[in-house]
């Protein structure tokens, strides 16, 4: 079947811009988690949802991100004001239920200028 | 050994070769381990993954070992191949608050040589 989906692939954006990512994840899955990797490291957690609900948004780094599920399958990832060290890949995963195997999508390259 | 930043731990062998790959882990807590492979350009591929109450399990050509004594994780990959060159992180799952978060290694590189 499908796997995770993730749009746009590629994003290039100026300082100061609101940017949107999207996350379609496989179907069937209630748990769907975002994660941001900078280059040469491993993905660092910003927030998981259960079904619509954001379970855990600990890891977000500020009040310029936000993310939401409004009907428990597709997520959107929204950065307020970018700056520049937002510049990274934004990766969602989905998994069955909270707490098992994280499916991983392609990852969106945000580039902020 | 340790690295900072972009200098991620290496690992070179040859076609055919068994390759070990080693990831230390921080939480006692922690009761799921994954092990993903990330080639250039793409997201975290699953590969095997192993609950703290096992210390071995075996998939095809892979097998991951889990000492909680000393909080060690080893992927072995058997008779690598070419296709095996990425970069590997293990990762790990605190359960408890922490239930959905995985927390990655640094990675490291595979390079497999013909």
């Known amino acids: 079947g499908a796997g995770v989906s993730q749009t746009p692939s590629n994003k290039v954006t100026e300082k100061g811009k609101y940017v949107e990512l999207r996350c379609d994840p496989i179907?069937?899955?209630?748990?769907l988690y975002w994660y941001r990797q900078s280059l040469g490291q491993g993905p660092e957690f910003l927030i998981y949802?259960?079904?619509?609900?954001?379970?855990?948004d600990s890891g977000l780094p500020n009040d310029r991100f936000f993310a939401v599920r409004p009907e428990g399958s597709v997520s959107t990832l929204k950065i307020q004001r970018t700056e520049r060290g937002d510049s990274a890949v934004y990766l969602c995963?989905?998994?069955?239920?909270?707490?098992?195997?994280?499916?991983f999508g392609p990852g969106t390259r945000l580039l902020v200028l | 050994g340790e690295s900072v930043g972009l200098h991620l731990p290496t690992l070179s062998v040859q076609e055919g070769d068994n390759s070990i790959i080693n990831c230390a882990y921080s939480n006692s807590a922690s009761d799921y381990f994954i092990w993903y492979k990330q080639e250039s350009g793409k997201g975290p591929q699953f590969i095997i993954d192993i609950r703290s109450n096992m210390d071995k399990r075996q998939g095809q050509r892979v097998t991951v070992l889990l000492n909680k004594t000393v909080k060690h994780l080893s992927l072995q990959i058997a008779a690598t191949q070419p296709g095996d060159s990425a970069v590997y992180f293990c990762?790990?799952?605190?359960?408890?608050?922490?239930?959905?978060?995985?927390?990655f290694g640094q990675g490291t590189i595979l390079t497999v040589h013909p």
């Open positions: 995963a989905s998994s069955y239920q909270g707490g098992e195997t994280q499916y």
């Open positions: 949802f259960q079904g619509t609900g954001a379970a855990d």
């Open positions: 990762a790990e799952n605190a359960g408890g608050t922490s239930y959905g978060k995985l927390t």
């Open positions: 179907s069937g899955h209630t748990a």
